[in-house]
């Protein structure tokens, strides 16, 4: 079992930054790719980016390319997101999550481990 510890949310200004950051319980070395989802009430979980444990490929909701980015400490076994230019659309809770499968990188369907989410709120 991982166990998935986010931190790193809080309250920015609109065009400020935050960085989020991942700690995984155990190594990660099953884990096939890592990556964020953001949610706000009365919505679906929304994929945000993720990353190829090994080979470190990353992909990105077409809403935060250019603005996010997203990393990994293999030997710390953690994941950060790193979020610029944030806007009061990214207002959310932001979850880390865990796959062990290739399939459905952009499916919160496909996570078999998540976090227990960090909000961030972005004032205008």
């Known amino acids: 079992q991982v166990q998935l510890v986010e931190s790193g949310g809080g309250l920015v200004q609109a065009g400020g930054s935050l960085r989020l950051s991942c700690a995984a319980s155990?190594?990660?070395?099953?884990?096939?790719?890592m990556g964020w989802f953001r949610q706000v009430p009365g919505k679906e979980r929304e994929f945000v980016a993720t990353?190829?444990?090994?080979?470190?490929?990353?992909y990105y909701a077409d809403s935060v390319k250019g603005r996010f980015t997203i990393s990994r400490d293999i030997a710390d076994n953690t994941l950060y997101l790193q979020m610029n230019s944030l806007k009061p659309e990214d207002t959310a809770v932001y979850y880390c999550?865990?796959?062990?499968?290739?399939?459905?990188?952009?499916?919160?369907?496909?996570?078999?481990?998540w976090g227990q989410g960090t909000q961030v709120t972005v004032s205008s």
């Open positions: 990353i190829l444990w090994s080979a470190g490929n990353t």
């Open positions: 155990r190594r990660t070395f099953r884990n096939y790719a």
């Open positions: 999550a865990a796959k062990i499968s290739p399939a459905g990188l952009e499916s919160s369907h496909e996570y078999n481990y």
